[in-house]
């Protein structure tokens, strides 16, 4: 069968790419190897919305959300303190709202269900083997598992993950590198919605979104927790070589990180539905491949697009903006009649346009930062011994001043001037 476009992924940048293309009138077909959208795809939970109001007029009123988040708490962890920023924003509670969380099986169909409607077919159960070539080496279609299963398409958009066998197959994707990727793993544990209003402070329909720095058991990276609607998403995020070196698994990490003293109170009474673990692309732009060949475009995990930034994780709505921008791209090189890699090139334009590689290109650095070893060890350290002091009452002794309580610290934990002067520059400019 022949198309306009193949899209290999149906989720949130394939289903995106999809509904782009079947708007614009050109006939194209979602692979998903998985029964339906969603089925085997794994992330934390939370999803920003902002990149759907230009796609899903009003989408707030359809989207299967689990709870919108009014609340959004930053933790930096110690094995014993936990320094908190908390904000709580109504505003996040009414519409246009700003984040929510959902579950990905529901997410991810009702977004590949919007393509559908606008013409795009969906093909389940069906794994995109590798890339057909015409005379040219052109890329013009997909080999699938299927028999006689060849598609042919003017143009390929790869969204099949962190780990994308045809983007490695066109040589856009050089082998894996283990210091660009983490490990996410995360446990979804029951309990009653009435439960998790009353402990965290929550109205119906009300979430929060927990993201840590530490908590990892010695292991580079952060926990997570999620409320859904009657479950919480606990897990870690992790670097891969130092997950490795450790010799731990990702399962022991979670336990540690529900064990903390800022977490367990959280968990209490819930128990065990579902495990998951998931690569994630965490080098940031400096990683990105290239983003077109001839006939090929790639978007989402496939091209790198997770921004994690510390204060920032977020994949999904960078998945959705960039297939939205490789779809709208493509159906206008096959209507010119040219999807050369020129051709094609108003997808790289669109991106350095928006928000997608806008934010990368400036937090390019905050993955190697977050990561690092005095941010993930002294840092957090240093922070917690200052605030654990500040508020510490030292009757009859005077309180000693601020600056005295720093220096100590600094000394305490053997924080060199010139490293928390080069890493503060290194924030101040990634952060600016």
Same mark, same amino acid.
């Given at each position: 069968m022949t198309f306009d476009a193949v899209v290999v992924g149906a989720g949130p940048a394939g289903s995106a790419a999809a509904l782009a293309l079947a708007r614009a009138g050109r006939s194209v077909v979602m692979v998903?190897?998985?029964?339906?959208?969603?089925?085997?795809?794994?992330?934390?939970?939370?999803?920003?919305?902002?990149?759907?109001d230009e796609v899903i007029p009003r989408w707030w009123e359809e989207v299967p959300v689990q709870r919108w988040v009014v609340r959004r708490s930053t933790m930096i962890l110690t094995d014993t303190q936990a320094v908190t920023l908390d904000?709580?924003?109504?505003?996040?509670?009414?519409?246009p709202y700003n984040g929510m969380t959902v579950l990905r099986a529901d997410f991810d169909s009702w977004l590949a269900g919007h393509a559908v409607d606008a013409g795009a077919r969906l093909l389940?159960?069906?794994?995109?083997?590798?890339?057909?070539?015409?005379a040219?080496?052109? #890329?013009? &279609?997909?080999?699938?598992?299927?028999?006689? *299963?060849? %598609?042919?398409a003017r143009v390929v958009i790869a969204c099949d993950g962190v780990n994308s066998f045809l983007a490695k197959e066109a040589g856009l994707m050089a082998r894996a590198d283990a210091a660009h990727v983490t490990l996410g793993a995360k446990e979804v544990l029951a309990l009653p919605a009435e439960v998790i209003e009353d402990r965290f402070g929550l109205g119906p329909h009300e979430g929060l979104d927990?993201?840590? #720095?530490? &908590?990892?058991?010695?292991?580079?990276?952060? *926990?997570? %927790?999620?409320?859904?609607?009657?479950?919480?998403?606990?897990?870690?995020?992790?670097s891969l070589e130092e997950l490795a070196a450790s010799r731990r698994r990702?399962?022991?990490?979670?336990?540690?990180?529900?064990?903390?003293?800022?977490?367990?109170?959280?968990l209490k009474g819930a128990f065990l539905k579902e495990y998951s673990a998931h690569l994630i692309?965490?080098?940031?732009?400096?990683?990105?491949p290239p983003l077109a060949a001839d006939g090929l475009l790639v978007a989402g995990d496939a091209a790198a697009m997770t921004l994690a930034a510390g204060i920032w994780l977020e994949g999904v709505n960078f998945a959705i903006g960039a297939g939205l921008a490789a779809g709208r791209a493509a159906a206008e090189a096959v209507a010119a009649g040219d999807v050369s890699t020129a051709g094609l090139g108003s997808y790289r334009q669109a991106l350095e346009r928006s928000f997608v590689l806008r934010d990368h290109k400036r937090l390019r650095l905050a993955p190697q930062l977050v990561l690092s070893d005095r941010m993930q060890t002294q840092y957090t350290k240093v922070l917690g011994d200052i605030a654990e002091e500040l508020f510490t009452v030292t009757n009859p002794e005077p309180k000693p001043g601020l600056l005295?309580?720093?220096?100590?610290?600094?000394?305490?934990?053997?924080?060199?001037?010139?490293?928390l002067l080069r890493d503060g520059l290194d924030t101040a400019r990634t952060f600016r």
């Open positions: 998903e190897r998985g029964p339906f959208p969603g089925s085997k795809n794994v992330y934390g939970g939370v999803v920003y919305g902002r990149i759907l904000l709580r924003s109504q505003a996040w509670g009414r519409e389940t159960s069906t794994v995109a083997t590798g890339l057909l070539r015409d040219s080496g052109r #890329v013009c &279609g997909v080999r699938t598992d299927r028999p006689d *299963g060849d %598609l042919r927990i993201e840590a #720095v530490g &908590g990892t058991s010695g292991v580079a990276g952060g *926990g997570f %927790l999620y409320t859904n609607r009657d479950s919480l998403s606990v897990g870690v995020v992790v990702p399962e022991e990490l979670i336990a540690g990180f529900k064990a903390h003293p800022a977490i367990a109170p959280y692309p965490e080098g940031g732009y400096s990683t990105m005295r309580i720093i220096w100590r610290s600094l000394r305490r934990h053997r924080v060199r001037g010139r490293d």
